[in-house]
């Protein structure tokens, strides 16, 4: 098979790694790519939101599946061009990526069919945004949500309510992401661990993934701005056989059953963010994608051939046996830009790259890099992952942490308490 993978960070380097261990790739595109995705497949320049080039590329290479990482393509419809061309092609399409794209539709999709969720209020002025935060409906802290997509950023975590006017007005005055800002939600804040549970689904069945932990804030201790994920373990230490199953049946199934019936089906990987609350897991969020870094450690595990099981989900007969796991404890550390997730530089050379690589099971997949004359240079926020899979958290951790000395590059930085298990804030 000619596969296309669309996207340009870690997530997808680690979907690219294990796409071609599959036998029933030939060829593997990805676009636009990055350093180290080229040294696995061929890289189109491609922007990953030019869909009428991509699916022209599509077309002229007669691939026979396209797989997007990225939620943006997914949102602005690629999906519905390329089945328009009768192009296989893995994901959600544009009515069912709405779950990821409006937090105002996730919301009150959840309320509508009572799955779980923290209380919340939809503004779409500021003045009405302040009269909430102000009617004392909500204690503090609160959460403040752009509705659209802001690359993981337009949420703010507000202890006070000088916090929460500043972050309206970011959002809603100065519209720091644009159009995104037009609505917020503005909710109540759920105290517990976070979880990452992320599902495969053809619209009616489902094949879980292996759970993650992901540590999203920028800084040791969970300190600092929210970040796309600063690392990931898994499986997450924090999930027993019964919260499992509850899982599964008061949020999975009924989100999937739900938008079937809403006529929204979801053909996809389907990412519920939660909060372990006292009163049970509560969504957070959706995302109608892949994490990142979670795939990263979740491909680390997987034993089933992904060719097979997306396909399966395109052709609305997901795998009816399931993915084959390893037990072992994988890891990823992301090692990030200088100023991240703020303004940060681009450019800067990587070294000791070639010498972590030697590492026996180290995996390092590459986010922001590009690939000048022989050499790397960061090209993002976050620059690579460096990644381990071991028969304990112990030994991964160790085997990832004794290796990043390795590897350098001006500004560097990462979080050191990866995988270290915390009491809840
Ligand atoms: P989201 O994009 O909605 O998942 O939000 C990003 C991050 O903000 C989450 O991973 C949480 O760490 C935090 N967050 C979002 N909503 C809430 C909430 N209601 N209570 C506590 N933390 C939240
Ligand atoms: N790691 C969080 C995300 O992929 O949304």
């Given at each position: 098979?000619?596969?296309?993978?669309?996207?340009?960070?870690?997530?997808?380097?680690?979907?690219?790694?294990?796409?071609?261990?599959?036998?029933?790739?030939?060829?593997?595109?990805?676009?636009?790519?990055?350093?180290?995705?080229?040294?696995?497949?061929?890289?189109v320049p491609i922007e990953d939101t030019n869909i009428s080039?991509?699916?022209?590329?599509?077309?002229?290479?007669?691939?026979?599946?396209?797989?997007?990482?990225?939620?943006?393509?997914?949102?602005?419809?690629?999906?519905?061009?390329?089945?328009?061309?009768?192009?296989?092609?893995?994901?959600?399409?544009?009515?069912?990526?709405?779950?990821?794209?409006?937090?105002?539709?996730?919301?009150?999709?959840?309320?509508?069919?009572?799955?779980?969720?923290?209380?919340?209020?939809?503004?779409?002025?500021?003045?009405?945004?302040?009269?909430?935060?102000?009617?004392?409906?909500?204690?503090?802290?609160?959460?403040?949500?752009?509705?659209?997509?802001?690359?993981?950023?337009?949420?703010?975590?507000?202890?006070?309510?000088?916090?929460?006017?500043?972050?309206?007005?970011?959002?809603?005055?100065?519209?720091?992401?644009?159009?995104?800002?037009?609505?917020?939600?503005?909710?109540?804040?759920?105290?517990?661990?976070?979880?990452?549970?992320?599902?495969?689904?053809?619209?009616?069945?489902?094949?879980?993934?292996?759970?993650?932990?992901?540590?999203?804030?920028?800084?040791?201790?969970?300190?600092?701005?929210?970040?796309?994920?600063?690392?990931?373990?898994?499986?997450?230490?924090?999930?027993?056989?019964?919260?499992?199953?509850?899982?599964?049946?008061?949020?999975?199934?009924?989100?999937?059953?739900?938008?079937?019936?809403?006529?929204?089906?979801?053909?996809?990987?389907?990412?519920?963010?939660?909060?372990?609350?006292?009163?049970?897991?509560?969504?957070?969020?959706?995302?109608?994608?892949?994490?990142?870094?979670?795939?990263?450690?979740?491909?680390?595990?997987?034993?089933?051939?992904?060719?097979?099981?997306?396909?399966?989900?395109?052709?609305?007969?997901?795998?009816?046996?399931?993915?084959?796991?390893?037990?072992?404890?994988?890891?990823?550390?992301?090692?990030?830009?200088?100023?991240?997730?703020?303004?940060?530089?681009?450019?800067?050379?990587?070294?000791?790259?070639?010498?972590?690589?030697?590492?026996?099971?180290?995996?390092?997949?590459?986010?922001?890099?590009?690939?000048?004359?022989?050499?790397?240079?960061?090209?993002?926020?976050?620059?690579?992952?460096?990644?381990?899979?071991?028969?304990?958290?112990?030994?991964?951790?160790?085997?990832?942490?004794?290796?990043?000395?390795?590897?350098?590059?001006?500004?560097?930085?990462?979080?050191?308490?990866?995988?270290?298990?915390?009491?809840?804030?």
């Amino acid at each position: 098979m000619k596969i296309l993978l669309v996207g340009a960070g870690g997530r997808e380097h680690a979907l690219a790694w294990k796409i071609v261990q599959s036998p029933h790739c030939q060829k593997l595109y990805c676009a636009p790519g990055n350093g180290g995705m080229a040294r696995i497949a061929e890289v189109v320049p491609i922007e990953d939101t030019n869909i009428s080039l991509l699916a022209r590329f599509a077309e002229e290479k007669k691939i026979d599946l396209t797989v997007v990482g990225p939620e943006v393509p997914l949102a602005l419809g690629i999906v519905d061009e390329f089945e328009r061309r009768g192009l296989k092609i893995y994901g959600p399409n544009k009515k069912a990526a709405e779950i990821e794209k409006s937090k105002v539709f996730a919301k009150e999709f959840m309320e509508r069919h009572r799955i779980p969720t923290g209380r919340f209020r939809v503004a779409s002025r500021a003045e009405e945004a302040l009269r909430i935060l102000n009617s004392g409906e909500f204690e503090f802290p609160l959460v403040v949500k752009a509705d659209g997509l802001a690359a993981g950023k337009g949420v703010v975590v507000c202890a006070n309510v000088k916090r929460a006017e500043d972050a309206i007005n970011e959002i809603m005055v100065k519209k720091k992401f644009g159009p995104s800002g037009e609505r917020v939600v503005i909710e109540e804040f759920l105290k517990g661990r976070e979880l990452s549970f992320i599902v495969l689904t053809d619209g009616t069945r489902v094949q879980p993934l292996v759970t993650t932990m992901d540590h999203k804030a920028a800084y040791d201790g969970d300190k600092g701005p929210n970040t796309g994920g600063m690392g990931a373990i898994s499986p997450s230490p924090f999930i027993s056989e019964k919260l499992y199953a509850q899982i599964m049946d008061t949020i999975i199934f009924p989100t999937v059953t739900r938008l079937l019936e809403e006529g929204r089906r979801f053909k996809g990987t389907l990412y519920a963010g939660l909060m372990l609350t006292s009163e049970g897991p509560k969504v957070l969020e959706y995302n109608c994608r892949f994490g990142d870094p979670e795939t990263q450690v979740q491909m680390l595990r997987m034993e089933s051939d992904l060719v097979e099981v997306l396909m399966s989900a395109v052709t609305e007969d997901l795998l009816k046996d399931e993915i084959k796991w390893s037990s072992k404890v994988s890891g990823c550390v992301v090692l990030a830009s200088g100023g991240y997730p703020g303004s940060y530089e681009k450019g800067k050379l990587i070294r000791g790259l070639e010498e972590a690589e030697k590492v026996p099971g180290l995996v390092i997949f590459h986010a922001g890099t590009s690939l000048a004359n022989g050499q790397y240079y960061t090209n993002g926020g976050r620059v690579l992952n460096v990644c381990a899979s071991e028969e304990t958290l112990q030994q991964t951790m160790k085997k990832i942490y004794d290796s990043i000395p390795l590897i350098n590059f001006d500004g560097m930085f990462y979080r050191k308490d990866i995988g270290a298990i915390k009491e809840v804030r």
